[in-house]
């Protein structure tokens, strides 16, 4: 048998662990595999002639929402041209095995849940009708098996095959499976308890990760700290390890519980060099009948206390999310939710909309909601019996200024001062979001940067020099070519005198072979200046300095 194991990222910057670890699984039974990588940005016939050029009798595709189309389209040929079997494993088609058989009949093969176990055992030869989590076809039946959970844990998918290709893209770690919490939105508590992997085999991992030529290691462990001690001891060791087996640069982002963390374990992320460390949070919804509805039990007071802890660390760069259209979750609602996360000062709020997936407890629920939904990839909501579809469109819009405005970090400042100019958070971005889409304009960074000069230029509350002078700030913070566009630019005598001075001082002097820009401020007597040495890793933004004119 001639196996090619196929993985279709999201971008090319990505590697998915899931055939690596299939690979090593059919190995360790004497099955050889071949792997072929692509991305949904190529073209289909790209990837399909690095298949066919493997020869393949067996096909198996790792399968998402984000690529099961490019999946049955080259899966679909692969059977056609090549008469080979194709076998679908992943997320995307562990829990509707039946609808995906009846409509596309060139599927053989659906490993559904973990699927290491069943495909070594399918590749050995072994009875496929007791093989758990292996669905098929036979004698013109369908034989539909539930979700396996591997009883064992997976081998280490970490060849030198795999090292070798990831040429700086982002590396992927799992140092334990499963989740302990069963939230309704979400697949992960459907894969049992959590198990932990091996704690030393896991600090080799990192070890050689953070060697392998990537800049960011992404944990994906569902709640990296369910096992407060075994998190607090990783953490501490790829602290220590920082600068000594851990090449300096190189970053580490868990997915964790901010409810789960304790003092002990706050004290000991204290110590991480800044930008070593980053921080994914869930929040979802501050509305307690919602949380209650997904299966979410939270004290929030605790939950939002130690997300402000971590922040006050100033060290983690700090990632927290909400859902839109959850149950119970009106504008309203949402509004206070909004409201309530982004006065934690995250340095990313992320607006999610509510995907209804395959497996999900929500999606089975979607008539008790009344819940209208998208039925392909990735089956976002359109409405349910809180927000209507028109309000849905306005959050859309919504997410997508807060997004450019806030979460790129271009603008914090200004979006610092105007948060002290308006009662309401929420309602000033909602605003500007309904101004961006009645004045469409050539999407540029000096065009955006525009829109919110004249947009909250033109507002009582709003003093615009102050307005103007944080756009500057935040302009030559953000742009490392230190250009301020014609608007935001002041014409001052003294601009030249100043930097002159500085010129003449050792401790301000300029840095030899490092561009430097400056700016007169119209709200005070100072001039701002940017050297363009290194950037802030939590940020991204540059040192300003200030001096008197």
């Known amino acids: 048998m001639r196996i090619v194991l196929c993985a279709i990222n999201s971008k090319f910057v990505h590697s998915t662990l899931a055939v690596w670890y299939l690979k090593a699984a059919a190995e360790q039974v004497g099955c050889e595999c071949a792997v072929v990588e692509g991305t949904i940005n190529e073209r289909a016939d ?31 040929r692969a059977k056609e041209s090549l008469n080979a079997e194709v ?33 070594a055992k399918l590749c050995s030869g072994i009875d496929i009708e007791s093989i758990e989590g292996v669905s098929y076809k036979k004698c013109g039946g369908v034989f539909i098996k539930p979700p396996n959970i591997n009883k064992n844990l ?49 600090k080799k991992n990192i070890i050689t990760l953070a060697n392998s030529g990537t800049q960011t290691v992404k944990l994906v462990d569902r709640t990296f700290n369910a096992n407060k001690k075994r998190a607090r001891e990783l953490f501490k060791f790829i602290i220590d390890q920082y600068g000594v087996n851990i090449p300096k640069g190189v970053c580490f982002h868990f997915e964790i519980e901010g409810e789960l963390l304790d003092d002990e374990t706050i004290e000991v992320l204290s110590n991480a060099p800044k930008g070593l460390i980053q921080f994914e949070i869930g929040l979802q919804s501050f509305n307690s009948k919602t949380l209650e509805a997904i299966n979410r039990k939270t004290n929030m007071e605790l939950l939002t206390e130690n997300i402000k802890k971590i922040i006050a660390l100033g060290n983690i760069h700090t990632h927290i999310d909400l859902i839109v259209g959850l149950p119970y979750e009106n504008m309203n609602s949402f509004k206070t939710s909004f409201e309530k996360a982004i006065a934690l000062k ?21 008539d008790t909601y009344k819940t209208v939904f998208i039925d392909t990839p990735p089956y976002e909501i359109v409405s349910n019996n809180c927000i209507s579809q028109k309000e849905m469109d306005e959050l859309h819009a919504f997410e997508d200024a807060f997004e450019k405005m806030y979460n790129s970090r271009r603008f914090a400042l200004t979006c610092s001062y105007l948060f002290g100019c308006f009662d309401s958070s929420f309602s000033m971005f909602f605003d500007f979001a309904k101004y961006l889409l009645e004045n469409p304009t050539p999407n540029t960074l000096d065009d955006f940067t525009r829109q919110i000069f004249e947009y909250f230029g033109r507002k009582e509350s709003v003093d615009k020099n102050s307005l103007r ?12 070519m230190g250009a301020l566009p014609e608007f935001l630019k002041v014409r001052s005598l003294h601009l030249k005198k100043a930097l002159n001075m500085l010129e003449e001082n050792e401790s301000t002097k300029k840095p030899k072979n490092v561009k430097r ?26 040192l300003v300095k200030f001096t008197k004119l």
Request: hydrophobic share 35%; glycine share 8%; aromatic share 12%.
């Open 87 to 119: 076998l679908l494993g992943g997320p995307e088609v562990s829990y509707n095995q039946g609808e995906l058989f009846e409509k596309y009949g060139f599927i053989d093969y659906i490993i559904s849940g973990e699927g290491e176990e069943p495909f």
């Open 346 to 366: 995250p340095h990313m709020l992320q607006i999610g909309f509510l995907k209804l997936l395959h497996g999900a407890k929500i999606r089975e629920e979607s």
């Open 46 to 76: 790209e990837i399909y002639n690095r298949i066919a050029a493997c020869n393949p009798t067996l096909v198996a595709f790792s399968t998402y929402i984000w690529n099961k189309d490019n999946v049955l389209q080259i899966a679909k």
């Open 154 to 202: 997976p081998p280490n998918p970490y060849s030198k095959e795999y090292l070798d290709g990831l040429n700086g893209r982002i590396a992927y770690l799992e140092t334990s499976r499963g989740c302990p919490f069963s939230c309704s939105f979400c697949l992960s508590g459907r894969c049992g308890g959590v198990r932990f992997f091996n704690l030393e085999q896991s």
């Open 517 to 542: 820009a400056a700016t007169v401020l119209l709200t005070k007597n100072l001039l701002a200046y940017v050297d363009y040495v290194e950037s802030d890793y939590i940020t991204n933004r540059f």
């Open 469 to 480: 002078d944080a756009l500057a700030i935040d302009r030559l913070a953000t742009n490392r």
